[in-house]
């Protein structure tokens, strides 16, 4: 037998043991594998951050793994988005990122949750009962809803904040949500969670890690097919048709070097938090 095919055969053995898994393994220890393999992780959001997010967590041994989103590839999610290829305009986000993570990890349980996340769909989502959540949420309604059903749930989770209008990946910092900076998006849920949601004013954390930049969001420029008719976004199309290009009064520019980055500290946060990690 080779190594290549003794490799191979490994992969079936407990995770304690993947080959596939080993690098990661040799961070977090037979134990941390274990906690990672029976941990099961919803990501509510599959944009820019949110598909890093989920795909650095399957990487990372997570057992069971629900993807939440209801919106269709969009050519514009070409810049940022895991699932935004050739072929895949039109289709669900959903399906083409699990399909994709099926094949990082065939022995994990990837679900696919064709839903927007808000008030009315909130309880069906979570009967799932996952371990942690990644909220990646660009809705500030639903971003807040679900982070107050997360606070009063018990359940951990991860809020990824504005990403957009950013060039610097290093300015990423994580810190609790009631203490972030310069962060429009954070600030606007804060207020809304302690007005509406009941969250502790003043100094009092609440509870919840942040993903945020300290580099101030840069305005959007006008592109030459802004006036005229060169562009026309394929988005628009029955319950998708408000959250199109065409709809919104102002889109700020992205770079999925951020988003990205955004995600995958997300990604570290749960990872850390399931495995134990401590540095030694």
Known sequence: M?????????????????????????LVG???MASLLNARVMVVGLGGVGSFAAEALARSGIGTLDLVDFDLV??????????????????????????RLRLINPQATVNAV????NERTSEQILEAQPDYIVDAIDNITAKCYLLATCRQRG????????????????????????????????????KILRQQYGFPEGKK????????????????RELTYDNGQGFKCVCPGG?????????????????????GAFGLT???????????FTSA
Do not use: W
Not at 266 to 276: D, G, I, P, R, Y
């Open 74 to 99: 969009c050519i514009t999610n070409s810049n940022r988005q895991l699932q935004a290829m050739k072929g895949t305009i039109g289709k669900p986000k959903v399906d083409i990122l699990a399909e």
């Open 30 to 32: 037979d134990d941390g």
């Open 205 to 220: 954390k609440f509870g919840i890690p942040a993903v945020y930049s300290t580099e101030e969001p840069a305005q959007p």
């Open 155 to 190: 359940i951990p989770v991860v809020c990824s904040t504005g990403a957009s209008g950013r060039m610097d990946p290093t300015s990423i910092s994580v810190a609790d949500l009631s203490r972030t900076k310069i962060d429009p998006l954070a600030r606007d849920t804060r």
């Open 2 to 26: 080779t190594l290549a095919q003794d490799n191979l055969g490994m992969v079936e053995d407990e995770y304690r043991l993947h080959r596939r898994f080993d690098r990661i393994g040799r």
């Open 114 to 117: 064709k839903f927007f996340y």
């Open 239 to 259: 319950k998708n048709e408000f959250h199109s290009c065409d709809q919104r009064a102002i889109i700020y520019g992205t770079a999925g070097f951020v988003t």
């Open 266 to 276: 997300c990604a570290s946060v749960v990872v850390k938090h399931l495995s134990k």
